[in-house]
Structure formats: structure tokens, C-alpha cells
């Protein structure tokens, strides 16, 4: 059934919030897919006031999406059980890690551990939580919560070093040597990690506690082991998992979301950047979008390499004082899933799929293809640093943020929720936007990259796939420092 067949329960309720008035039109929605199992509320919003910052759809050139938690939904749960089991099985029967805990159930009280943003102390065998000024708020050693007073000495002034890089540039720990001493764990695929991770810490202090802990080599591995795009066509375990059950691992999209999609296209220039490979994302897009998903993007770039696709280069020197990555990917053609020859941005066609590649050549590609010199690109993403935090730092592109624990953690004025809210939530970590404390609430650091270098924070695309491109949307503004891009509402959490 589609959101317009439906039949309309009224009801038309005024909420004064944040200084803006939203008249909610609640519809009774069964849909298909079981991304949401209960009522669903779709959101009328009057145009803000002229003082306020806003941005529309329509303003800009070229509307980019990344695939992966951001147009394609996953089941959540399954998708982070499947991973655990996998890197678990790999630590223990080829790491020879001892089984003791990591084999341990798999129970609501033990994923309550994870939460997406946590970041890892390989050394110490901590995992922090920091808050918007880069002060590590909460950490563990293995699964133990320190006590203030260990963190304090840990951490002099609740401060590292390392993660004093990462808060003035979270580019800087991506890779080198500052990649060996940390690792922030941002999306769904390496949550489980946090857990594994600090599990091995506690099995460890258990036999022999060490003085540096050496795991992380061992989960790299453990990770390239499972996610390598050569794993797809091998049959490796986490492929061969979705490839023979998708509807267990996938959600697909509705139409409402496709047809917006479309729209987009006829109005705009749309694309796709995706770290997945071709044969992945394939077979991933043509389950959730239908065999033709190509049709819905004039540009598919694939293995892209995320964040270094969107690094400056020598190719394109851009003064701003950063070190930048010698040199940039080249785009490569594709002929199948196979990649070939590299080829330059003057060969980029409208309709066609690349693998790999770097913005500077596909800006050049948008240039010609929409006859503007400086075409305005809007991005949606999941990843903070990825999707969000260098392509607006290094490339000033305007970011739609996509946020899941925004519905997880539930909205002001909402009743939607997530179905996957019990393994995103966690009660050990707190909300992911922000921080509790006994005079109040503060910004998690999470949430104050979400304000900086986001436009609009949304919980799924499909929210703002109701919405008229030309229809102003409010959106944060540094400037002001307001909390307005929430869309279509602000998290629980800071409504306090
Ligand atoms: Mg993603």
C-alpha cells in the first residue's frame, strides 16, 4: 500500500517547539516492510520564520547519497549478530583467543555494551566517550566503567594527547601512525568491535594482564577477513549470510522513497558514492531499488575509499594549511565488476558506474554537466567522519546527516520508533547526542560534529522524502549555534 493510498486519520494538533510551529497530520501507515511497525506520522512543516537559517533541496545543483545505513536500510540487529558471530568465530578459531566470554550469549544485556561512536584505546584497552570539547566523558577498561578517579589518572584533565588530535582533525588518525594507536568505531558494521575488543581486554587480565594490548592487530584482520570485496564472489561467511537471506539483512525502500528519488533526477543532478563494490552494492541496490536501481542516480561511484575520496590532492590545491594525501585515486572504468583502466574526468558519462576515483574529477564531471563553474552539491550520509565531517571541512559541501539513534532514542513530540532500538541504545554509554550529568545535559563530541558540519540531522531519508524540493527546511547554523537541523524533530535527549 502507498502513503498516498492511504486514508487519512485527522488529527491537527499545534506544538510550540524550538521556535517552530509544526502541525502534525498523523497518518494510520501499514507498509509493507517492517522497517516500522507502528504508527507512522509524516509531518507537515510551515515555512520558518524569515530570520531563521534554512536551506531547500531546490537550491542545490547536484543531491549525492551514500548507500550503505543511508538509502539502504538494514535490519540492525541482524546485520551486528551476524558480524559479532563472524569476528568472534575468527578471533577464537584462528586468533586463538580463548572463547571464555567471547562465546558467551549473545543477550540484550550484553549488547548493551555497544553503542556507535565509541572509540578504542588499542594500548590501554580503554573505549572512550568524549564530549563536544574533546574530554574524555566516559571510558572502560574491557567491560568496566572507571571511576572518576581512574579516569583521572588515566587521563590528567580528562585529556589525551591522541584524541587531542583527533578532536581538531579527525582526519589525522585515519591513517599513520596515529591510525595505530586509535579507532573510533563509526557505523554499524564495526560497532560489534567495541564489545569484542573489551571482552579480550578482560580475558586477558584474567590470564596475565599485559602492559600494552596488542589486539587490534588481530581485529583488523579479522575484519578484512570478513568485508574484503574479494569475499563477495568467493562466498566469504558475511556475504554468502545476506546473498542466501536478504529479507534477514535488508530492508527494502519504499516507493514513496523511489519515486522521490526519481523526481530528484528530473529536477537536479543526483549521484552515488559508496565505499561497497560494484557487485555488492548490485546486488544490495537492485534488492531494496529493483533491477533498474541505476536508472535512479546519473552518476554511481563505487569503492570509493571514503574519506580520501573527498581529500584534497596535489591534483587540486586548495590553501587552507592541511596536509593533503600526495596524490588523488584515479576514477576506473568498469567493465562488468571488474575494474579496468583509469580514465579521466572528461570520459565521465551521465549513467555510468566508476569504481574508486576522487571529488575533485567528479566536481569537474558536475560542472560539465550542469553548466555552472561552482555547482552546489548537497551530501546524505551516515559515517561522521566519512559522509559528514571531511567533505564539509576539506570540501565545504552542504551534509544531511542520517542518524538512526535519533529515532532510536525517540523524538520530542513523536511516537515513532526504531525496530532495531534495543541493540543501537544504550543505557551504560547514555544517549548518543548527549551527556548526563548531575547539573544537567551537555553535547556529546558526536553530536557537536552533527552541528557543525551538518545542515540537517534526519533519522532516515524517508523523512525528508515527503517534503516539496522548494520547501525551506530549518537547518544549524555555526554562526548562531542554534539546535534547529533536527528534522523532523529534535532527539529526546535534548529537550531538557
Ligand atoms: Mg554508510
Given at each position: 500500500m502507498?502513503?498516498?493510498?492511504?486514508?487519512?486519520?485527522?488529527?491537527?494538533f499545534?506544538?510550540?517547539?524550538?521556535?517552530?510551529?509544526?502541525?502534525?497530520?498523523?497518518?494510520?501507515?501499514?507498509?509493507?516492510t517492517?522497517?516500522f511497525?507502528?504508527?507512522?506520522?509524516?509531518?507537515?512543516?510551515?515555512?520558518?520564520?524569515?530570520?531563521?537559517s534554512t536551506?531547500?533541496?531546490?537550491?542545490?545543483?547536484?543531491v549525492?547519497f551514500?548507500?550503505?545505513?543511508?538509502?539502504?536500510?538494514?535490519?540492525?540487529?541482524?546485520?551486528?549478530?551476524?558480524?559479532y558471530?563472524?569476528?568472534?568465530?575468527?578471533?577464537?578459531?584462528?586468533?586463538?583467543?580463548?572463547?571464555?566470554?567471547?562465546?558467551?550469549?549473545?543477550t540484550?544485556k550484553?549488547?548493551d555494551f555497544?553503542?556507535?561512536g565509541?572509540?578504542l584505546?588499542?594500548?590501554?584497552?580503554?573505549?572512550?566517550?568524549?564530549?563536544?570539547?574533546g574530554?574524555?566523558w566516559?571510558?572502560?577498561?574491557g567491560?568496566?566503567?572507571?571511576?572518576?578517579?581512574?579516569?583521572?589518572s588515566?587521563?590528567?584533565?580528562?585529556?589525551?594527547?591522541?584524541t587531542?588530535?583527533?578532536?581538531?582533525?579527525?582526519?589525522?588518525?585515519?591513517n599513520?601512525?596515529?591510525?595505530l594507536?586509535?579507532r573510533?568505531?563509526?557505523d554499524?558494521?564495526?560497532?560489534?568491535v567495541?564489545?569484542i575488543f573489551?571482552?579480550?581486554?578482560?580475558?586477558?587480565?584474567?590470564?596475565?594482564?599485559?602492559s600494552?594490548?596488542?589486539?587490534?592487530?588481530?581485529?583488523m584482520?579479522?575484519?578484512?577477513h570478513?568485508?574484503?570485496r574479494e569475499?563477495?564472489?568467493?562466498?566469504g561467511?558475511?556475504?554468502?549470510?545476506l546473498?542466501?537471506?536478504?529479507?534477514k539483512?535488508?530492508h527494502?525502500?519504499?516507493?514513496?522513497?523511489?519515486?522521490?528519488?526519481r523526481?530528484?533526477?528530473?529536477?537536479?543532478?543526483?549521484?552515488?558514492?559508496?565505499?561497497?563494490?560494484?557487485d555488492?552494492?548490485?546486488?544490495?541496490?537492485?534488492?531494496?531499488?529493483?533491477k533498474?536501481?541505476r536508472?535512479?542516480?546519473?552518476?554511481?561511484?563505487c569503492?570509493?575509499?571514503?574519506?580520501?575520496f573527498?581529500?584534497?590532492?596535489g591534483?587540486?590545491f586548495?590553501p587552507?594549511?592541511?596536509?593533503?594525501l600526495?596524490?588523488g585515486?584515479d576514477?576506473l572504468?568498469l567493465?562488468?565488476?571488474?575494474?579496468?583502466?583509469?580514465i579521466?574526468?572528461?570520459?565521465?558519462?551521465?549513467?555510468?558506474?566508476?569504481?574508486?576515483?576522487?571529488?575533485k574529477?567528479?566536481?569537474?564531471?558536475f560542472?560539465r554537466?550542469?553548466?555552472?563553474n561552482?555547482p552546489?552539491?548537497?551530501y546524505?550520509?551516515?559515517?561522521?567522519i566519512?559522509?559528514v565531517?571531511?567533505?564539509?571541512a576539506?570540501?565545504?559541501c552542504?551534509?544531511?546527516?542520517?542518524?538512526d539513534?535519533?529515532l532510536?532514542?525517540?523524538?520530542?513530540?513523536?511516537e515513532?520508533?526504531?525496530?532495531?532500538e534495543?541493540?543501537?541504545?544504550?543505557?551504560?554509554?547514555g544517549?548518543y547526542f548527549s551527556?548526563?550529568e548531575?547539573?544537567?545535559?551537555?553535547?556529546?563530541?558526536?553530536?557537536?560534529?552533527?552541528r557543525?558540519?551538518?545542515?540537517?540531522?534526519?533519522?532516515?531519508?524517508?523523512v525528508?522524502?515527503?517534503?516539496?524540493?522548494?520547501?525551506?527546511?530549518?537547518?544549524?547554523?555555526?554562526?548562531?549555534?542554534?539546535?534547529?537541523?533536527?528534522f523532523?524533530a529534535k532527539?529526546?535527549?535534548l529537550?531538557?
Amino acid at each position: 500500500m502507498s502513503m498516498r493510498q492511504l486514508s487519512l486519520i485527522f488529527q491537527t494538533f499545534n506544538v510550540l517547539d524550538n521556535h517552530l510551529k509544526v502541525v502534525f497530520f498523523s497518518y494510520k501507515v501499514i507498509f509493507k516492510t517492517n522497517k516500522f511497525d507502528c504508527q507512522k506520522r509524516l509531518f507537515c512543516v510551515f515555512p520558518p520564520p524569515r530570520n531563521m537559517s534554512t536551506i531547500r533541496l531546490c537550491d542545490y545543483d547536484c543531491v549525492g547519497f551514500d548507500l550503505d545505513n543511508t538509502l539502504l536500510q538494514y535490519n540492525i540487529t541482524n546485520l551486528i549478530t551476524l558480524e559479532y558471530q563472524l569476528l568472534v568465530d575468527f578471533l577464537v578459531d584462528m586468533k586463538k583467543y580463548s572463547p571464555k566470554y567471547l562465546k558467551e550469549p549473545f543477550t540484550e544485556k550484553v549488547m548493551d555494551f555497544m553503542q556507535k561512536g565509541l572509540i578504542l584505546d588499542f594500548d590501554r584497552g580503554n573505549i572512550l566517550k568524549l564530549d563536544a570539547s574533546g574530554r574524555i566523558w566516559r571510558a572502560s577498561h574491557g567491560t568496566k566503567l572507571l571511576t572518576l578517579e581512574e579516569l583521572e589518572s588515566t587521563y590528567p584533565g580528562l585529556r589525551w594527547d591522541v584524541t587531542d588530535k583527533f578532536f581538531q582533525d579527525m582526519f589525522s588518525t585515519w591513517n599513520g601512525e596515529l591510525s595505530l594507536k586509535i579507532r573510533a568505531l563509526l557505523d554499524y558494521f564495526d560497532m560489534p568491535v567495541s564489545l569484542i575488543f573489551a571482552k579480550i581486554v578482560d580475558t586477558l587480565d584474567e590470564e596475565q594482564k599485559p602492559s600494552v594490548y596488542n589486539i587490534w592487530p588481530d581485529i583488523m584482520e579479522g575484519l578484512t577477513h570478513i568485508f574484503s570485496r574479494e569475499q563477495f564472489q568467493n562466498n566469504g561467511d558475511f556475504f554468502s549470510a545476506l546473498k542466501s537471506n536478504p529479507e534477514k539483512y535488508l530492508h527494502l525502500c519504499s516507493s514513496d522513497t523511489i519515486s522521490w528519488i526519481r523526481e530528484l533526477k528530473k529536477k537536479r543532478k543526483n549521484f552515488l558514492i559508496t565505499g561497497s563494490n560494484a557487485d555488492f552494492i548490485d546486488f544490495t541496490a537492485g534488492y531494496a531499488f529493483g533491477k533498474d536501481w541505476r536508472s535512479l542516480f546519473d552518476i554511481v561511484v563505487c569503492y570509493a575509499k571514503k574519506p580520501g575520496f573527498f581529500v584534497p590532492t596535489g591534483r587540486d590545491f586548495v590553501p587552507t594549511g592541511r596536509d593533503f594525501l600526495p596524490t588523488g585515486r584515479d576514477f576506473l572504468r568498469l567493465e562488468g565488476y571488474e575494474e579496468k583502466c583509469t580514465i579521466e574526468a572528461k570520459e565521465l558519462k551521465e549513467g555510468g558506474i566508476y569504481s574508486q576515483g576522487n571529488w575533485k574529477e567528479l566536481t569537474d564531471f558536475f560542472t560539465r554537466i550542469t553548466g555552472k563553474n561552482n555547482p552546489k552539491c548537497l551530501y546524505l550520509g551516515d559515517n561522521l567522519i566519512q559522509d559528514v565531517y571531511v567533505p564539509n571541512a576539506f570540501r565545504d559541501c552542504d551534509i544531511i546527516v542520517v542518524v538512526d539513534e535519533q529515532l532510536a532514542e525517540k523524538m520530542v513530540h513523536h511516537e515513532l520508533s526504531h525496530s532495531d532500538e534495543i541493540i543501537i541504545n544504550s543505557k551504560f554509554w547514555g544517549s548518543y547526542f548527549s551527556l548526563e550529568e548531575p547539573e544537567g545535559y551537555r553535547d556529546s563530541y558526536w553530536n557537536h560534529i552533527i552541528r557543525n558540519h551538518s545542515k540537517v540531522c534526519i533519522p532516515k531519508v524517508e523523512v525528508i522524502a515527503t517534503i516539496p524540493l522548494d520547501q525551506p527546511i530549518e537547518c544549524f547554523d555555526k554562526e548562531t549555534k542554534n539546535a534547529n537541523g533536527y528534522f523532523p524533530a529534535k532527539p529526546l535527549s535534548l529537550h531538557v
